[in-house]
Nanobody, 123 residues
Framework: QLQLVESGGGLVQPGGSLRLSCVAS????????IGWFRQAPGKEREGVSC???????LYKDSVKGRFTISRDNAKNTVYLQMNNLNAEDTGIYYC?????????????????WGQGTQVTVSS
């Protein structure tokens, strides 16, 4: 049974950092695009970043230069390093798997989702 489990969220002050992890079970991530998405209260889920099987990456404009996505296929894990966080980064962060390896950060391209991890940026 395919399962994605996120971890690493929490409460952090503005300017702080967090590293999110997405661990997969029941499937090997090597051949798929993995995306990170977030949803703030009252807002739609939005794509933050994604990494394809060929290590091509995409980032939402507002996180470029602050967030870095990476994958460790040996650990079947994808990471999202988030630096210089601000209040607009607050939300529930989800990882998801695109079985078609589109390399895009559109929620509709992803068939499998984790349960999410809360990130709160506040002083």
């Amino acid at each position: 049974q395919l399962q994605l489990v996120e971890s690493g969220g929490g409460l952090v002050q503005p300017g702080g950092s967090l590293r999110l992890s997405c661990v997969a079970s029941g499937i090997t991530l090597d051949d798929y695009t993995i995306g990170w998405f977030r949803q703030a209260p009252g807002k739609e889920r939005e794509g933050v970043s994604c990494i394809s099987s060929t290590y091509s990456t995409l980032y939402k404009d507002s996180v470029k230069g602050r967030f870095t996505i990476s994958r460790d296929n040996a650990k079947n894990t994808v990471y999202l390093q988030m630096n210089n966080l601000n209040a607009e980064d607050t939300g529930i962060y989800y990882c998801a798997l695109d079985p078609r390896d589109s390399g895009l950060a559109r929620p509709g391209s992803y068939d499998y989702w984790g349960q999410g991890t809360q990130v709160t940026v506040s002083s």
